[in-house]
């Protein structure tokens, strides 16, 4: 049965166990249906490389001058060919590429999406040559991700008070839990974002061609959706979840 308390002189009704579960059960759904979109994300990007494959020489020899003239070989970055290196296999098919900054390597199936390769050098550049704390955007990548995750937490099993009741700190984490959720993988898009526009600048230097720049442009935007659709939607999850719960948790006066 649930309790009835007084709040600054008015009566308040907490809210029944059954409704707070069909209130979790309700926003774990919501959060479901508006997260089901992330893994199509990618399904433009990997469309738009394919469609840069027979280009892929071009690319290639034009990736290899970028390294060369980007000055990070004297900072040990080394470009590793992911079709003979033991990497997972999403790497070996040139499915995927990467950069990392523990070992300091761009890991590349060179002879399939070469174009990836200038945004990965991007990455380097990010996180050895970097000015003004970019390359700290990189290492809020992992933390930023887990804060998103705990704030779902905060909007799901947190306990609503009265309107008009005192905030606590928690009180205010739970209030503000989806725009915290969106902020916390900002660095992320950010660094992303930074990666590509770096990679396209040595692109230029390399002397890449009008066609091959408006290639990997449109190749970096479509993979920029990802990331900026993962922070949108996470963070329109987590808000959902919360006004969810909010609806069928808060203790309602007893008029």
């Not at 809210?15 to 059960?25: C, K, N, Y």
């Not at 469609?51 to 020899?61: A, C, M, Q, R, T």
């Not at 990548?141 to 905060?154: D, K, N, S, T």
């Not at 890449?208 to 190749?219: D, P, R």
Request: aromatic fraction near 10%; glycine fraction near 8%.
């Amino acid at each position: 049965m649930s309790s009835v308390y007084y709040y600054n002189g008015q009566e308040y009704k907490q809210r029944a166990q059954l409704s707070q579960t069909e209130g979790f059960v309700l926003a774990s759904l919501v959060s479901s249906a508006i997260l089901s979109p992330l893994p199509y994300l990618g399904k433009s990007f990997t469309k738009q490389i394919n469609k840069e494959i027979p280009n892929n020489h071009l690319y290639k020899d034009c990736f290899e001058r970028a390294f060369d003239i980007s000055g990070l070989k004297s900072k040990g970055v080394e470009v590793i060919e992911a079709q003979s290196a033991n990497v997972p296999m999403m790497y070996k098919l040139g499915q995927n590429a990467c950069f990392d900054p523990i070992t300091n390597k761009v890991v590349l199936n060179t002879d399939k999406i070469s174009a990836a390769g200038f945004h990965e050098l991007g990455h380097a550049l990010n996180a050895l040559k970097s000015k003004y704390g970019v390359k700290y955007l990189a290492k809020l990548r992992a933390p930023g991700y887990i804060l998103a995750g705990l704030m779902e937490y905060f909007a799901i099993f947190s306990r609503t008070k009265p309107k008009g009741a005192p905030r606590s700190f928690t009180d205010v984490i739970e209030d503000n839990c989806g725009k915290i959720a969106f902020l916390a993988m900002m660095p992320t898009v950010l660094e992303e974002g930074i990666a590509s526009w770096r990679g396209i600048k040595l692109a230029k230097k390399a002397g890449a061609s009008k066609e091959l720049l408006n290639g990997m442009k449109k190749i970096y935007l479509k993979a920029h959706t990802t990331y900026t659709g993962r922070a949108v939607l996470g963070g329109l999850a987590v808000f959902a979840s919360r006004k969810i719960m909010d609806l069928f948790t808060r203790p309602k006066p007893v008029d």
